[in-house]
């Protein structure tokens, strides 16, 4: 008897059950609101989208404008490297404004859902404090200057490009093009070669019977001319004499102060250039000789 009400009941149940649905689902009134939702959670979106960009050309803007005239000077490298940053920190916070708006139209509440991420987020504070850690580190390293956005840095075991700048993570590309991606808490020791200007040395060897003040004349009239040509060369180079006395050469040492981080390329111009000039002047560039000497010896009669 009781299986028999029970299974009365479910099937009463049921029916009600798929009567509600029916009514519901035939009710015009439930379609609109459900297209008016769809239209809400799109709008939200391409509002965020909008408010993300619009900010993003502003802040592109001002840093331009701060560069060429407000009265705190910024240079490029600070300017794109804190540009990014407030970037990143505005897309975060619309996006995340967006998605409450999006779950409250859906019918989520958010009082709860606001005071468990509070709960949450200090339980990662206490938690994840590499996290934090990272945070802060990337803001004093931008505040500060360590380095940015271009910037040639090392680092570690690694050296390359800064790529971008996040608040939790510093990419670093390589000249071979392998892209690093640092913790910026990890980051405690950082060598920028991109801040001050550098000295590109070359050393030019010429053999021992070579008349040493006409080898340096040439020497210095060819590193004139590559300064002359050269954009990456920021002032007239300097040969600085004999460096050094080798087994089968003497060494005569160049430097060039050069644009930060250009001196390699500096320094094999300046290699091709004043070994062109050696040869055009006929001054002979040492390289390893083997002198075989044989004895003949006269036998008497």
């Known amino acids: 008897m009781f299986n028999t009400i029970l299974k009365t009941d479910k099937a009463a149940s049921f029916a009600e059950l798929y009567n509600i649905t029916i009514e519901t689902l035939s009710n015009p009134a439930f379609w609109l609101g459900i ?18 960009r619009v900010v993003g050309r502003a802040i592109h803007h001002m840093m331009i404008e701060r560069k060429k005239e407000g009265p705190v000077r910024i240079d490029t490298r600070r300017s794109q490297t804190i540009g990014r940053l407030v970037n990143n920190i505005v897309s975060y916070t619309v996006n995340f404004i967006v998605l409450l708006l999006i779950l409250a139209e859906l019918g989520v509440d ?10 949450l987020g200090l339980a990662i504070g206490f938690g ?8 802060i580190t990337g803001f004093f390293i931008i505040f500060e200057d360590q380095f940015a956005v271009g910037d040639v840095i090392r680092t570690g075991n690694f050296q390359g490009t800064v790529e971008e700048i996040g608040l939790r993570v510093t990419r670093i590309k390589s000249w071979t093009g392998e892209v690093h991606i640092i913790p910026n808490g990890a980051i405690t020791e950082v060598t920028n070669f991109s801040t001050n200007n550098s000295v590109g040395v070359v050393d030019v060897s010429i053999a021992y019977e070579t008349d040493i003040d006409r080898a340096i004349e040439v020497i210095k009239e060819t590193a004139q001319r590559v300064y002359e040509e050269s954009e990456n060369i920021v002032k ?9 006395l080798g087994a089968s050469e003497v060494v005569i040492r160049v430097t060039a102060e050069c644009r930060p981080n250009t001196h390699y390329g500096v320094g094999r111009i300046l290699n091709a250039e004043i070994k062109k000039a050696l040869d055009a002047a006929g001054i002979e560039i040492p390289y390893p ?9 006269k036998t008497g009669q």
């Open 289 to 297: 000789r083997l002198v075989t000497l044989q004895r003949t010896e």
């Open 35 to 52: 297209f008016w939702i769809i239209v809400k959670v799109i709008a939200y979106f391409i509002a965020g989208r909008i408010v993300i």
């Open 110 to 119: 958010l009082a709860p859902l606001l005071a468990g991420a509070g709960v």
């Open 128 to 135: 994840a404090q590499s996290l934090v850690k990272d945070v």
């Open 236 to 244: 007239d180079p300097e040969v600085l004499g004999v460096q050094a």
